[in-house]
């Protein structure tokens, strides 16, 4: 057997294989706790649009002491987590370990990975509605 032979093939089929690999981008959003709710939607629909491309997605959440002290007793972090994850349910795979979402806590916020369902298409984009925030009587 002709060894430059050999090696050819075995360098092509290492390049085929590595060419029908495709490797998931991770979307990574950054999102302060005093976020208004217009600034929201719009990073909510940015989210879908990656959820819809198969991309996991990243959101960090981060604070300022004064945000953290005009929330009072209440935890900012978990209340502006809710408000991401409530509108992406639709969009969202949880892992079977019941995480729900959950966040790795460090100093000064608040990370977690959102996974896009396997069955969706960009035809399951819809704009986002945040309850209590909109105001279209027209």
């Known amino acids: 057997m002709n060894y430059s032979k050999m090696a050819f093939d075995k360098r092509r089929r290492v390049i085929e294989s590595v ?31 990656a959820l819809c491309k198969q991309h996991p997605v990243k959101v960090s959440l981060t604070s300022k002491q004064r945000y ?10 978990q209340e502006t987590q809710q408000k991401i994850i409530a509108p992406l349910k639709e969009y969202v795979q949880f892992d079977k370990k019941g995480s729900g979402g959950r966040g790795k806590r460090h100093l000064g916020g608040l990370t977690f990975f959102l996974n896009p369902k396997k ?7 819809k704009p986002v509605v945040l309850y209590g925030c909109d105001n279209e009587e027209n």
């Open 19 to 49: 060419a029908k690999t495709k490797q998931a981008v991770t979307k990574e959003f950054r999102i302060k706790c005093g976020i208004e709710d217009n600034d929201l939607k719009l990073k909510l629909n940015k989210m879908i649009q």
């Open 68 to 77: 953290i002290e005009k929330a009072g007793e209440g935890d900012i972090y």
């Open 119 to 125: 069955e969706l298409t960009k035809n399951d984009i």
